[in-house]
T-cell receptor
């Protein structure tokens, strides 16, 4: 696609439910990143994929968070047993290559609200 | 630890010039990005500096001094649409991207 696509754009769910967020990167981009951004705050790094592998998972806040990437393309971020503090905008970005000086290009994000 | 400092908020007048500073202390340096983020939208890439000096791109320019660990983004002929947050990000020696918290720029008529 022309840009990074994320779905859903908004998600409202009850505390304790599982949610799955999807990211479709720019075609040909081998590197994919997930970030979290709370209102008025900076970007919080979650996880980085190079191809289908995740060499850097250091930002995942707890074992309730997991992510996978298949076919070197689409990635899903799963949050199990959601908590209210998980409410934030989840941003996905992709770049031509990871561990490089290639700029990251962002999707519009998924705004997650936990009731 | 690694650290990037930017002012939290700045105010400027339409038509004027504003300079947004970014200082960094990182484990090595392999380049610096500036991104713009309008409220409720995704960050968009503005500029990349890896060598010392000024890079000009239309109304926006970005400067880098590696010896001082310092960069600035210069916005000229400010327009109301320039109201946004501006994020500085540094690539460290492991090619990890370290993000600043961003500077919220408010443009007044």
């Amino acid at each position: 696609g022309a840009g990074v696509s994320q779905s859903p754009s908004n998600k409202v769910t009850e505390k304790g439910k599982d949610v799955e967020l999807r990211c479709d990167p720019i075609s040909g981009h081998t590197a994919l990143y997930w970030y979290r951004q709370s209102l008025g705050q900076g970007l919080e790094f979650l996880i980085y994929f190079q191809g289908n592998s995740a060499p850097d998972k250091s930002g995942l806040p707890s074992d309730r968070f997991s992510a996978e990437r298949t076919g070197g393309s689409v990635s899903t971020l799963t949050i199990q047993r959601t908590q209210q503090e998980d409410s934030a905008v989840y941003l996905c970005a992709s770049s031509l290559a990871g561990k490089s000086n290639q700029p990251q290009h962002f999707g519009d994000g998924t705004r997650l609200s936990i009731l | 630890g690694q650290n990037i400092d930017q002012p939290t908020e700045m105010t400027a007048t339409e038509g004027a010039i504003v300079q947004i500073n970014c200082t960094y202390q990182t484990s090595g340096f392999n380049g610096l990005f500036w991104y713009q983020q309008h409220a409720g939208e995704a960050p968009t890439f503005l500029s990349y500096n890896v060598l010392d000096g000024l890079e000009e791109k239309g109304r926006f320019s970005s400067f880098l001094s590696r010896s001082k660990g310092y960069s600035y983004l210069l916005l000229k002929e400010l327009q109301m649409k320039d109201s946004a947050s501006y994020l500085c990000a540094v690539i460290d020696s492991n090619y990890q991207l370290i993000w600043g918290a961003g500077t919220k720029l408010i443009i007044k008529p």
